[in-house]
């Protein structure tokens, strides 16, 4: 009788020490999977609108602590004392933006530096531990003009850590997506945002050895 019992334990204890699955994983960082950055424009989208048309953001306040900003604080999973790395893919209509000391990775990714203009659009995420930021829009220069992103990034998060979710419209207006462009697959395709956004999407998540 003692066999049945002591085979049962010892596949707990295999099945207990066994590494997790991708969907687990994926479960650790549900924090991030579909997180949106959005900026409204407040006025409807025109029929025809003007190529480099700008708009008043539907985010604006009279209160400066809140005009035209927000910030979302969330708690990423995982295990304390872990860190995990984290593949995001992140897509959006936005506009430029510059950033200045930081380490440019790619055509619109920026990690860690600060905002480098005092009107244009700020999209960024802060990560507690490893202490660390990230923006998405990153251009040489701004603008009047508007375009798509859709990229991959891989980033390291510590299971526990705080993440903040920031935007920042900085002046009350915005490029408006004067061009009708739509991300395939992104609400609300097939019909054009009006306004900007990004949407952060979990491709991936493994454990850092």
Not at 10 to 37: E, F, H, M, N
Not at 163 to 172: A, D, E, I, V
Request: with cysteine.
């Amino acid at each position: 009788m003692k066999l049945p019992i002591l085979a049962l334990s010892l596949a707990a204890t295999l099945l207990a020490a066994a590494p997790a699955s991708a969907d687990d994983l994926k479960k650790v960082a549900a924090s991030i999977d579909g997180y949106r950055y959005e900026f409204p424009c407040k006025d409807p989208m025109p029929e025809n609108p003007k190529a480099g048309a700008d708009g008043i953001s539907a985010r604006t306040t009279n209160d400066p602590a809140t005009n035209d900003k927000f910030t979302d604080v969330k708690k990423f999973g995982g295990e304390a004392g872990k860190r995990y790395k984290v593949t995001i893919r992140v897509r959006g209509v936005v506009e430029p933006m510059m950033y200045k000391d930081g380490k440019q990775d790619g055509d619109y990714f920026t990690i860690g530096g600060e905002p480098n203009n005092a009107t244009y659009n700020i999209y960024q995420l802060t990560v507690s531990a490893p202490a660390s930021h990230f923006f998405f829009n990153r251009q040489d220069k701004v603008g009047h003009k508007i375009f798509t992103i859709d990229y991959t990034r891989t980033i390291e998060i510590e299971g526990g850590a705080t993440l903040t979710f920031h935007g920042n419209g900085q002046n009350g207006r915005m490029i408006t997506n004067y061009d009708k462009l739509v991300v395939p697959d992104v609400p609300p395709a097939p019909q054009p945002f009006n306004g900007q956004f990004i949407q952060l999407n979990v491709i991936d998540v493994v454990e850092a050895k």
